[in-house]
Nanobody
Framework: VQLQASGGGLVQAGGSLRLSCAASGRTFSSYHMGWFRQAPGKEREFVAAISWNGGSTYYADSVKGRFTISRDNPKNTAYLQMNSLKSEDTAVYYC????????????????WGQGTLVTVSS
């Protein structure tokens, strides 16, 4: 599967952005989807994941209550709605996919998009 993330940009603290991840290739509903992020000088970290049918979602503690992951299988697209953004949310956000069990580690996802930059100004 090929993943194309979009929707990043510059936003003020307290604002909102919605990231999209368009998938092509194999049947989208075959994959659990997720988002990771990498801030400058830091390791890549898990943000959120959603099961193939949207029935289960998981979030990092740092974004719980502010971010919402969702998917639209007929449109082959996953989303990350980000509200109440903070300066510490500044990072490159990566869309990921797996046919295996969902997890929080980078190695658990076989497919990665190219990343989209989110910059939150304080």
């Amino acid at each position: 599967v090929q993943l194309q993330a979009s929707g990043g940009g510059l936003v003020q603290a307290g604002g909102s952005l919605r990231l999209s991840c368009a998938a092509s290739g194999r049947t989208f509903s075959s994959y659990h989807m997720g988002w990771f992020r990498q801030a400058p000088g830091k390791e890549r970290e898990f943000v959120a994941a959603i099961s193939w049918n949207g029935g289960s979602t998981y979030y990092a503690d740092s974004v719980k209550g502010r971010f919402t992951i969702s998917r639209d299988n007929p449109k082959n697209t996953a989303y990350l709605q980000m509200n109440s953004l903070k300066s510490e949310d500044t990072a490159v956000y990566y869309c990921v996919a797996t046919t295996q069990a969902m997890g929080v580690m980078t190695w658990e996802y076989e497919y990665w998009g190219q990343g989209t930059l989110v910059t939150v100004s304080s």
